[in-house]
Nanobody, 122 residues
């Protein structure tokens, strides 16, 4: 089992940056594929990005490619999401997720954090 806690959300102006963190507790964090999802008001939850257990493989949704960067520090049991050039459309609750399956394109991960709000003002 792994427990996930996100932090780093907040209010930022369009064009600004935020860095989200997801701290994991429990055993074997380094075995998990990690990812970030987001859910905007009135919309379905959307998969944003994923990273393999080693950090050597990543995936980005087209909507964030070139602006967001996912990374992980297995020694610190933490995964990060650096978000640059933020747009109002990026406003959402961002969720960290973990899955033992090796694919970096997460679909139905069994482990979720509670979410952190990101609001981008125009």
């Amino acid at each position: 089992q792994v427990q996930l806690v996100e932090s780093g959300g907040g209010l930022v102006q369009a064009g600004g940056s935020l860095r989200l963190s997801c701290a994991a507790s429990g055993r074997s964090f380094s075995r998990y594929t990690m990812g970030w999802f987001r859910q905007a008001p009135g919309k379905e939850r959307e998969f944003v990005t994923g990273i393999s257990w080693s950090g050597g493989s990543t995936y980005y949704a087209d909507s964030v490619k070139g602006r967001f960067t996912i990374s992980r520090d297995n020694a610190k049991r933490t995964v990060y999401l650096q978000m640059n050039s933020l747009k109002p459309d990026d406003t959402a609750v961002y969720y960290c997720a973990a899955d033992l399956r090796p694919t970096v394109v997460l679909t139905t991960p069994p482990h979720w954090g509670q979410g952190t709000q990101v609001t981008v003002s125009s």
